[in-house]
C-alpha cells in the first residue's frame, strides 16, 4: 500500500441520449493474484510486530493495545483449536455475535484453518437463525450469550450437520485453543497456502426484504479489492495526516458486511480497531469518550441521533434559535467548501469563517465531543443521509464520505471522493469499479469485488447472477450527473404506480421524514390508490423530550397520537417533505401508528430495511382509512 495520497483519475463517462449512461474508475491498487484474508494477520506480525492491532476494553472503561504479533498469536492457537476439533477445510463455521473482539478473531482464525465463515445477525429469531445454518449447512458455530445458546440448542434436531455449538461468554474460545495446544503451527501453515483470492471465504445472506435470505457468495478476492481500492481512495481516513494515529471504534454489526469490510480493511492497513458490542446511547456515548476514534463507520440514522440530540439539548437550555442559527451557518460553510472544491466559488468567506469560529465554541465541539472528540470523518452508508446533514456535518468539522454499496458488492460500489465530494450523491464509483444505468433506470455494476453469485444449498456452489453482459443488476433505481455521480433514487420493486398513472419511487420521501426528530419510520403507500399516503410511528427520545417541551407528559399513547400540537409538528415535517417532489408525489395524508415497526414483530429486517409487503398486510385496516371519503 502506497503512503502517499493518490492522483485521483476522473472517471469515464460515456453518454447516449445526451445523458451519462455509463461511468468507470480504474483501479488504485494492484490486482491480488496469491494469497487470502487469512495471511493478513501473520504478515502484519511479521512487518510490524509491535504496531497495535486491535484495541480491548479494560472493565474500568480504559483501552489496551494489543500488538500484531499477539494478534498473530491468538488465531494461530484458535484456528489450531479449530483443526483438531475436526473442521475441514470448506466447512462453514457461523458466528452468531454482537461486535465484539472474538467475532473479529474468530473470523481470521476459521480462514486460517481453511473454513468459510457465516455471520447470523445477533437479534435473529429462531426461524431466521435455523434458515440460515441449514441452508448453509454449517457444522460449527459460535454463540456470545446463553439465550442464543439455549435458542439454538432447541433447534438442534433440525439441524443436522451443526456438529459444535460454542459460546463465546462461557470461555468457547479457551476451549477451542485448549483443543489444538499439541497440533504443530505447520499444519495451520499448510491450510493458508491452500487458499487464494478466488477462494469463498464467507456466506452472508441478504436480509430478505421480499423472501427468505438468500446466501451471497464473497471471496478472498472479492475482499481484497474491496479494501485495497477502499484504503488507497479514502486516504486522510485510513492514513493519518496528523501525529493522531489512525484509528476506528466499529459499533455497527459485524453480521453486516459494511462494519466487516471495514474491520478487514483496518487490519489490512494497521489502523487501531476497536469494538463496542453496546449500541445503548449512554455505552455507546462512554465508549466512545474512552476509545476517541480519528474516524467512525456510520448510518444516517446515527448521525441524525446526534444532531437531534444537540438540538434537544439546545432547547431544554433555552438556545434552540442559537442552535439553529449554528446550523445554518454550518450548512452554508459545507456547501461553500463544496463548491470551492469544484471550481465554482473561493470557498467560505471572511464573515462566514468567523461566524463558524464563533459557533464552533458554542456548538460544532459538542457535536464532535459526542464522537469521542477527535473523529473528523464518518463513513456513512445504509440510505442517503441527505444534503443538509451532509453540509452541516462539514461545517462542524467532520467530513461525510457517503458511499452506496450492497452485500453482493462487499459494500461500497461508490464512494465520495475526497476533496471533490458532491453533497446529497453517493460518489463516484470505486476504483476499479464500472456502474450503468439500464433503460428502465436501475443500477447496473461490473468489478473484481461482485460476488460470485448465489449459495445454491444443494450443490454447494455459487449460482452467477450476472446479465448477458457480464453486469450484475442491483434493484436500485439510479441516475448520473454530468459528472459521473450517482444518487440512488428507490428500489425497482418499491415502485408505487397510483391509480392516475403516476410512477414514483417511496424512498427518498421515508428518507426525507425520518430525518424528523420525531419520526422513527416511515412507510409511503399508494399503490393502486388514486393519491400518496403515509404510515408513521414515532421515535422513543424524540417524542420524550417533545412531551417535556410541551408539557404534555400526562397523555396516554393513545390520545398522544391523536394530539393536535403534535399532528401539527408531524404535518409540517410531511410539508417540508412535499417540498421536495411534484405535487403528484406529495403525501396527501398520514396516520400516526400506535407502535414502532420492530423487527420481532416481522415488519423490519435484521438489517432494519422495511419489510413492506407485512407492513401493508399488518395494517391494511389503517391503509384503508387513509383512503375513506
Not at 473482539?101 to 481453511?114: H, I, N, V
Not at 476451549?175 to 497440533?183: F, Q, T, Y
Not at 433503460?439 to 446479465?467: C, M, N, Q, T
Request: net charge neutral.
Amino acid at each position: 500500500m502506497s503512503t502517499s495520497p493518490p492522483v485521483l483519475t476522473p472517471p469515464l463517462l460515456t453518454e447516449e441520449g445526451g445523458r451519462v449512461r455509463e461511468v468507470s474508475v480504474p483501479p488504485l491498487a494492484p490486482r491480488v493474484t496469491s494469497g487470502s484474508l487469512a495471511d493478513i494477520p501473520f504478515t502484519n506480525a511479521e512487518q510490524a510486530p509491535d504496531e497495535p492491532a486491535v484495541s480491548r476494553r479494560n472493565p474500568d472503561g480504559t483501552w489496551w493495545d494489543m500488538p500484531a504479533r499477539d494478534f498473530a498469536a491468538e488465531v494461530l492457537a484458535m484456528a489450531k483449536g479449530l483443526i483438531a476439533l475436526g473442521l475441514r477445510p470448506g466447512d462453514r463455521l457461523a458466528i452468531m455475535s454482537r461486535t465484539t473482539y472474538e467475532w473479529t478473531l474468530t473470523d481470521f482464525a476459521a480462514w486460517a484453518a481453511g473454513l468459510i465463515t457465516v455471520p447470523v445477525y445477533p437479534t435473529s429469531s429462531a426461524s431466521q437463525a435455523r434458515h440460515i445454518l441449514q441452508d448453509s449447512r454449517a457444522r460449527a458455530c459460535f454463540v456470545e450469550d446463553v439465550e442464543q445458546s439455549r435458542m439454538l440448542s432447541a433447534e438442534r434436531g433440525n439441524l443436522p450437520a451443526l456438529d459444535h455449538l460454542w459460546q463465546f461468554s462461557t470461555g468457547a474460545v479457551g476451549h477451542v485453543v485448549d483443543a489444538g495446544r499439541e497440533l504443530p503451527a505447520a499444519l495451520v501453515a499448510e491450510r493458508r497456502a491452500h487458499l487464494g483470492p478466488h477462494t469463498i471465504a464467507t456466506l452472508i445472506y441478504t436480509s430478505g426484504t421480499t423472501g427468505p435470505p438468500k446466501g451471497c457468495v464473497l471471496t478472498h478476492g472479492n475482499f481484497f479489492a474491496e479494501v485495497d481500492n477502499a484504503i488507497e481512495l479514502l486516504h486522510p481516513v485510513f492514513r493519518s495526516e496528523t501525529s493522531q494515529e489512525a484509528s476506528t471504534l466499529l459499533f455497527l454489526p459485524l453480521s453486516h458486511v459494511f462494519g466487516r469490510m471495514v474491520a478487514i480493511g483496518c487490519l489490512r492497513a494497521r489502523v487501531r480497531l476497536g469494538h463496542a458490542p453496546s449500541v445503548r446511547t449512554e455505552d455507546l456515548l462512554a465508549d466512545l469518550a474512552g476509545f476517541r476514534p480519528t474516524f467512525l463507520l456510520g448510518i444516517p440514522y446515527v448521525l441524525e441521533k446526534i444532531y437531534h440530540t444537540g438540538r434537544a439539548t439546545a432547547e431544554r437550555r433555552g438556545r434552540a434559535a442559537s442552535f439553529d442559527r449554528g446550523a445554518r451557518i454550518a450548512q452554508r460553510y459545507g456547501e461553500a467548501v463544496e463548491a470551492a472544491e469544484h471550481g465554482f466559488g473561493g470557498g467560505p468567506g471572511l464573515g462566514l469563517r468567523a461566524a463558524r469560529g464563533l459557533y464552533d465554541a458554542l456548538i460544532y465541539r459538542r457535536i464532535r465531543a459526542a464522537l469521542g472528540g477527535r473523529c473528523r470523518y464518518v463513513i456513512c452508508g445504509g440510505s442517503p443521509l441527505g444534503h443538509r446533514l451532509a453540509a452541516f456535518f462539514e461545517g462542524a468539522g467532520v467530513t461525510v464520505f457517503e458511499g452506496y454499496g450492497l452485500t453482493e458488492t462487499t459494500a461500497a460500489t461508490t464512494a465520495t471522493p475526497p476533496l471533490k465530494p458532491r453533497l446529497g450523491t453517493v460518489g463516484w464509483p470505486v476504483p476499479g469499479t464500472a456502474l450503468r444505468i439500464a433503460d428502465d433506470g436501475e443500477v447496473l455494476i461490473k468489478g473484481e469485488h461482485v460476488f460470485r453469485g448465489y449459495w445454491d444449498a444443494r450443490s454447494e456452489r455459487a449460482v452467477p447472477h450476472l446479465d448477458a453482459d457480464g453486469w450484475m443488476p442491483t434493484g436500485d433505481l439510479g441516475a448520473l450527473d454530468s459528472e459521473g455521480y450517482l444518487s440512488i433514487t428507490g428500489r425497482k420493486k418499491d415502485l408505487i404506480i397510483t391509480s392516475g398513472g403516476k410512477n414514483l419511487a417511496p424512498a427518498p420521501l421515508e428518507d426525507w421524514l425520518r430525518a424528523h426528530p420525531l419520526v422513527s419510520q416511515c412507510l409511503v403507500v399508494g399503490d393502486n390508490r388514486p393519491y400518496v399516503a403515509a404510515l408513521v410511528t414515532l421515535e422513543p427520545d424524540g417524542l420524550a423530550h417533545w412531551r417535556r417541551m410541551h408539557k404534555k407528559e400526562h397523555l396516554g399513547p393513545a390520545e398522544l397520537i391523536e394530539d393536535a400540537d403534535l399532528l401539527r409538528n408531524l404535518q409540517q415535517a410531511v410539508d417540508e417533505a412535499n417540498s421536495q417532489v411534484s405535487r403528484a408525489e406529495s403525501i396527501r395524508r398520514f396516520t400516526v401508528l400506535p407502535r414502532d415497526f420492530t423487527e420481532e414483530d416481522g415488519h423490519l429486517t435484521p438489517s432494519l430495511k422495511l419489510r413492506r409487503a407485512a407492513i401493508v398486510r399488518d395494517f391494511a385496516d389503517e391503509i384503508d382509512r387513509l383512503y375513506a371519503p
